[in-house]
């Protein structure tokens, strides 16, 4: 039996999954304890072993023919990443949608001719790769260039990627080349003003992370026997939503789409779309957002940040969630607990039910966070209104994954959290999407399997992502 195996080096958990290519099936999944701290690979053995088990129910391990064996990782904290542009409004941001497209944690966004001051602080943060952008095409060059030698005055010593002014860029060379910077060049994420072109940068993001932070993160020993890490996992999810929306030249997509990614340290969402407005009287206002957009909110998460999420949402948004108004619930010292307990598994219907408002919460801040705005404006023509960001108002899915979901009893419940709050009707959430949930936690596998089979992988998606 022909199959590929696809390995998610995950911060936490190390996930396996088995694809019968013939069958176009899931022939097994499995997953243990990330061990990136010590040896990568015994976390990926005792997961393999496990896997062998769930694949020995239905045939012999002996039977099967791995064709090819390909990973992502988030292990060790994933990509960490600065990004420095010229405006902030403009290059600065789109620096930043860039590097978060490409499966990067944005640690801080810096712009304008940087000083002295910020340039310690960025090589004193721990950050894998910084991109450096600004200036449109033919305009400003003198700030990433003066930029650019700030970086080799300081000697910082990370990989660096150039997606600014295609003016600058012979200069910019020359100063990384002499002072042996490790440097690649791609297009300009913003070559003319509001015209994004982030793919470029992207793909140069994910070369340095396979070319280099791989090794960092002692990922090394794993490439003895799997092809190769082929990307993050931020990068994977996206690629599976962007093959299973669009579908391929044999298989139909899905059409607009939006993932909640819950997590022990973060929310990410992906939405796939235009997102031009939807309504009459409706102005698109700034930097357009890519067609496929993830954001990464570093404050939401269940285990990591279980304090900052509190922070953020409050101690009232968390109740109401609750629907339990009458018991005096705890919750600052219930957010403590998990975040100085990061491998907790709720025991108790009290825990569960906890941990599900966390999530409720977490999904309706980071859809707040990522949808698009209205902003009331007064013409000689009457009321407008100016939209930054996406509307998605009529976006028909949103698709749940991460641990709460997964295991939830009532992930719809989860999901309605994102949706459209007619108390709030400048967020340009969906209005009626329906709701599937990765139950098998596949949408990295997938997006890894649609490098070398996008068929296949969109088949298999339609096929195990279940509506709810």
Request: contains cysteine; charged residues 25%; hydrophobic residues 40%.
């Amino acid at each position: 039996m022909r199959c590929y195996l696809t390995i998610d080096f995950g911060s936490t958990y190390t996930k396996l999954t088995a694809i019968d290519l013939v069958g176009e099936r899931i022939l097994a999944t499995a997953k243990d304890i990330t061990t990136v701290e010590d040896d990568i690979m015994v976390g990926f053995n005792n997961a393999y072993k496990k896997l062998v088990t769930e694949i020995e129910k239905e045939v012999s391990i002996s039977e099967i023919e791995f064709v090819d064996k390909i990973a992502c990782s988030s292990a060790a904290g994933g990509l960490k990443m600065v990004a420095i542009g010229l405006v902030p409004e403009l290059t600065a941001e789109a620096a930043k949608k860039a590097a978060l497209g490409a499966g990067a944690r944005v640690i801080k966004t810096y712009s304008y001719e940087l000083n002295s001051r910020e340039m310690e602080e960025i090589k004193n943060t721990a950050v894998d790769i910084i991109l450096l952008a600004g200036g449109t095409d033919g305009g400003n060059k003198e700030c990433i260039i003066h930029n650019a030698r700030l970086i080799v005055e300081h000697k910082i010593d990370k990989p660096v990627v150039v997606a600014g002014n295609k003016a600058a860029a012979d200069e910019i060379e020359k100063i990384f080349l002499e002072a042996g910077v490790d440097y690649y060049l791609a297009s300009n994420v913003m070559p003319k003003i509001n015209k994004l072109d982030v793919e470029p940068a992207r793909e140069e993001i994910r070369k340095v992370f396979m070319n280099k932070i791989i090794e960092a993160k002692g990922m090394k020993k794993a490439e003895d026997f799997i092809s190769g890490i082929l990307m993050p996992t931020p990068a994977a999810v996206l690629k599976a939503a962007e093959v299973l929306s669009e579908g391929t030249d044999e298989e139909d997509g899905i059409g607009d789409l939006i993932i909640v990614d819950i997590g022990g340290a973060t929310t990410d969402i992906h939405s796939i779309g235009k997102g031009d407005p939807s309504k009459p009287g409706v102005l698109l206002k700034g930097l357009e957002d890519p067609f496929a957009k993830r954001t990464v909110e570093g404050d939401l998460g269940m285990r990591y940040s279980a304090i900052s999420l509190l922070e953020a949402a409050g101690s009232k948004k968390i109740r109401n969630y609750l629907n339990d108004l009458d018991k005096k619930w705890d919750i600052k010292g219930m957010c403590n607990f998990r975040h100085d307990n990061i491998k907790m598994v709720p025991q108790t219907k009290e825990d569960v039910l906890f941990d599900e408002a966390m999530a409720k919460a977490a999904t309706e801040l980071s859809m707040t966070r990522h949808c698009g705005v209205l902003e009331c404006i007064y013409t000689p023509m009457g009321t407008m209104f100016n939209q930054s960001g996406k509307d998605l108002l009529n976006a028909p899915y949103i698709i749940g994954t991460g641990g709460v979901i997964v295991h939830s009893k009532n992930p719809k419940g989860i999901l309605e959290a994102g949706k459209f709050n007619p108390n709030e009707p400048i967020y340009l959430k969906p209005e009626n999407p329906k709701y599937m949930v990765d139950k098998t936690y596949i949408l990295s596998a997938m997006g890894l399997l649609a490098q070398k089979e996008p068929d296949l992988a969109v088949k298999i998606m339609k096929k195990y992502l279940i509506e709810v």
